[in-house]
C-alpha cells in the first residue's frame, strides 16, 4: 500500500479515502469484543501510563458500573507486553470494560464521576498507530477480519462521512492541529482527484 509523509508521520493510503461512521446501534461495540474461533488473540487496546494510571484509580467506580452488567474488573485490569501497556481482554477477546451496552468509562462521563477521557488508542480506532522504524497512521485489520463495521463502513459511505473527519478530535488530540488540517487537505487532494495516481 503506498504512502504519504506529513510532520514526519507515515500515512498509509486508506486512511486517505476511507469512509467511516460509527453505527453502534448495529455493532453494539464490536471492536470491543472480538469474539473469534480462528484461534486469534485479540489484544486490548495500548494505552499510556497515565491513561492506565486513571483507570486504576477509579476501580470502584468502573466495578459499580460493571456489577449492573454482571461483570467485575479483573485483578489487573492492565497488562504489559513488549514494553507496551494494554488493557486487559477475556479468553474471547472481550475488552474489560466493555458492557452488553456500551463502555463503562463512557458511562462513568455520563455521569460524572469521571473527568478523564477514554484511552486514545480507542478513541482513534479504526485508525491505528504503530511504531516501526517511523511512526505509521493506517486503518487497522481487524474490521476487515472479523466484519466488525461493516455497518460502520456503510453509514459512512451512504453519509458521506470519511474516517478522517469521524477521527478529528482524536487525530488532533494525538498528533496536534497542524498534522490534521494538512492531513485534511492531503485527503481532499487526494479525493478530489480524477486518477487517484499520485499522493
Given at each position: 500500500?503506498?504512502?504519504?509523509?506529513?510532520?514526519?508521520?507515515?500515512?498509509?493510503?486508506?486512511?486517505?479515502?476511507?469512509?467511516?461512521?460509527?453505527?453502534?446501534?448495529?455493532?453494539?461495540?464490536?471492536?470491543?469484543?472480538?469474539?473469534?474461533?480462528?484461534?486469534?488473540?485479540?489484544?486490548?487496546?495500548?494505552?499510556?501510563?497515565?491513561?492506565?494510571?486513571?483507570?486504576?484509580?477509579?476501580?470502584?467506580?468502573?466495578?459499580?458500573?460493571?456489577?449492573?452488567?454482571?461483570?467485575?474488573?479483573?485483578?489487573?485490569?492492565?497488562?504489559?507486553?513488549?514494553?507496551?501497556?494494554?488493557?486487559?481482554?477475556?479468553?474471547?477477546?472481550?475488552?474489560?470494560?466493555?458492557?452488553?451496552?456500551?463502555?463503562?468509562?463512557?458511562v462513568a462521563q455520563r455521569e460524572g464521576t469521571i473527568t478523564y477521557g477514554n484511552p486514545i488508542a480507542c478513541d482513534l480506532y479504526p485508525l491505528v498507530v504503530t511504531q516501526l522504524r517511523r511512526?505509521?497512521?493506517?486503518?487497522?485489520?481487524?474490521?476487515?477480519?472479523?466484519?466488525?463495521?461493516?455497518?460502520?463502513?456503510?453509514?459512512?459511505?451512504?453519509?458521506?462521512?470519511?474516517?478522517?473527519?469521524?477521527?478529528?478530535?482524536?487525530?488532533?488530540?494525538?498528533?496536534?492541529?497542524?498534522?490534521?488540517?494538512?492531513?485534511?487537505?492531503?485527503?481532499?487532494?487526494?479525493?478530489?482527484?480524477?486518477?487517484?495516481?499520485?499522493?
Amino acid at each position: 500500500m503506498r504512502t504519504t509523509q506529513i510532520n514526519g508521520i507515515i500515512v498509509h493510503e486508506d486512511v486517505l479515502h476511507t469512509k467511516f461512521a460509527c453505527d453502534y446501534q448495529m455493532c453494539r461495540g464490536g471492536c470491543c469484543y472480538v469474539e473469534n474461533d480462528k484461534g486469534i488473540v485479540y489484544e486490548g487496546c495500548e494505552i499510556t501510563a497515565d491513561e492506565e494510571r486513571l483507570i486504576l484509580s477509579s476501580t470502584t467506580t468502573l466495578n459499580r458500573i460493571l456489577e449492573q452488567d454482571g461483570r467485575k474488573l479483573p485483578k489487573t485490569c492492565t497488562y504489559t507486553k513488549n514494553g507496551e501497556h494494554y488493557i486487559t481482554c477475556d479468553a474471547k477477546g472481550r475488552c474489560c470494560l466493555h458492557l452488553s451496552y456500551g463502555c463503562a468509562l463512557r458511562v462513568a462521563q455520563r455521569e460524572g464521576t469521571i473527568t478523564y477521557g477514554n484511552p486514545i488508542a480507542c478513541d482513534l480506532y479504526p485508525l491505528v498507530v504503530t511504531q516501526l522504524r517511523r511512526v505509521h497512521l493506517r486503518v487497522g485489520h481487524y474490521y476487515d477480519e472479523f466484519h466488525l463495521c461493516d455497518a460502520a463502513l456503510e453509514k459512512g459511505k451512504h453519509e458521506g462521512i470519511y474516517l478522517i473527519d469521524f477521527c478529528k478530535t482524536a487525530l488532533i488530540r494525538r498528533f496536534g492541529e497542524a498534522f490534521f488540517y494538512k492531513l485534511k487537505k492531503r485527503a481532499d487532494d487526494y479525493n478530489n482527484s480524477s486518477t487517484n495516481e499520485e499522493l
